[in-house]
Nanobody, 113 residues
Framework: QVHLVESGGGLVQAGGSLRLSCAAS????????MTWHRQAPGKQREFVAA???????NYADSVKGRFTISRDNAKSTVFLQMNSLKLEDTAVYYCYIPRHDTWGQGTQVTVSS
């Protein structure tokens, strides 16, 4: 089993930045793609960004140019640098490993005006 722990959420003003982290532990062998998703109140969970073990990335259109996903393979950790945050970025952010179908517990990001 893989266990994911997210951190780095919080309250930030619009235009500000936050950096989320997600550390994977347990049976982490073979982890390729690591992803971030988010769920705003009253909305479905949505894809935010993904990164492969070779460093290739993919982003939702809503965050392109503002968010950057990266990873530290040695530490089995994925990061999400969020800049120019908007009110509509307010959500619970989740780390997800598709290969193991495992979600983290989520971390709250609140953007205020």
């Amino acid at each position: 089993q893989v266990h994911l722990v997210e951190s780095g959420g919080g309250l930030v003003q619009a235009g500000g930045s936050l950096r989320l982290s997600c550390a994977a532990s347990g049976s982490i062998f073979g982890i390729n793609v690591m992803t971030w998703h988010r769920q705003a109140p009253g909305k479905q969970r949505e894809f935010v960004a993904a990164i492969s073990s070779d460093g290739s990335t993919n982003y939702a259109d809503s965050v392109k140019g503002r968010f950057t996903i990266s990873r530290d393979n040695a530490k089995s950790t994925v990061f999400l640098q969020m800049n120019s945050l908007k009110l509509e970025d307010t959500a619970v952010y989740y780390c997800y490993i598709p290969r193991h179908d495992t979600w983290g517990q989520g971390t709250q990001v609140t953007v205020s005006s």
